[in-house]
Antibody
Framework: QITLKESGPTLEKPTQTLTLTCSFS??????????VGWIRQPPGKALEWLALIYWDDDKRYSPSLKTRLTITRDTSKNQVVLTMTNLDLVDTATYYC????????????WGQGTTVTVSS | QSVLTQPPSASGTPGQSITISCSGSSSNIGVNTVNWYQQLPGTAPKLLIYSNNRRPSGVPARFSGSKSDTSASLAISGLQSEDEADYYCAAWDDSLSAHVVFGGGTKLTVL
């Protein structure tokens, strides 16, 4: 069974740096075609893709957020970490990590999400 | 505004068929495959359709997808109350550096 779970702070202040961790199990991140991505959803709004890291450590970022995002992986811990700098109130959202499959060109298994509120 | 355009809402009665559209451009749907995600109230999204028209294991056959030029559609036949959810289309976009784009979502109400 493949599972992913997001963890991180629930409350952050503006200008701070957010660090979110995705812990996963049930698949090997070193297998060709695998990836883990981050997607967020502000309250009552649409999904927004943030970043993706592949099995070969290739990385992709949202062009509009690229300067603020860093995605890394720790294959020994089965974790993917997303950092977002210079937080703003509009970054308040539920943040999801999801397994990406190149075979399906999509996110086929999602975590439950973690809610982050940015407030002073 | 989302790069992919979806109608904000759709509705139907049980047993009916409905279609949700997703309009893109030559840099995304025009050259890449489309996925559809279903998000039931208060839950994480779930992959519903991949590669334009393929269903993951466990997704009922009454869900189907299609793509033509720079647009895609999700069709649901035999509408059921449990289909009430938000539906999102998504695709890779090759403009700038390759990135994933989502539609704005369509809230389906089963009357």
């Amino acid at each position: 069974q493949i599972t992913l779970k997001e963890s991180g702070p629930t409350l952050e202040k503006p200008t701070q740096t957010l660090t979110l961790t995705c812990s996963f199990s049930g698949f090997s991140f070193t297998s060709s075609g695998m990836g883990v991505g981050w997607i967020r959803q502000p309250p009552g709004k649409a999904l927004e893709w943030l970043a993706l890291i592949y099995w070969d450590d290739d990385k992709r970022y949202s062009p509009s957020l690229k300067t603020r995002l860093t995605i890394t992986r720790d294959t020994s811990k089965n974790q993917v970490v997303l950092t977002m700098t210079n937080l703003d109130l509009v970054d308040t959202a539920t943040y999801y990590c999801a397994k990406y499959s190149t075979g399906q060109h999509g996110f086929d298994v999602w975590g439950q999400g973690t809610t982050v509120t940015v407030s002073s | 505004q989302s790069v992919l355009t979806q109608p904000p809402s759709a509705s139907g009665t049980p047993g009916q068929s409905i279609t949700i559209s997703c309009s893109g451009s030559s840099s995304n749907i025009g050259v890449n495959t489309v996925n559809w995600y279903q998000q039931l109230p208060g839950t994480a999204p779930k992959l519903l359709i991949y590669s334009n028209n393929r269903r993951p294991s466990g997704v009922p056959a009454r869900f189907s997808g299609s793509k033509s030029d720079t647009s895609a559609s999700l069709a649901i036949s035999g509408l059921q109350s449990e289909d009430e959810a938000d539906y999102y289309c998504a695709a890779w976009d090759d403009s700038l550096s390759a990135h994933v784009v989502f539609g704005g979502g369509t809230k389906l109400t089963v009357l």
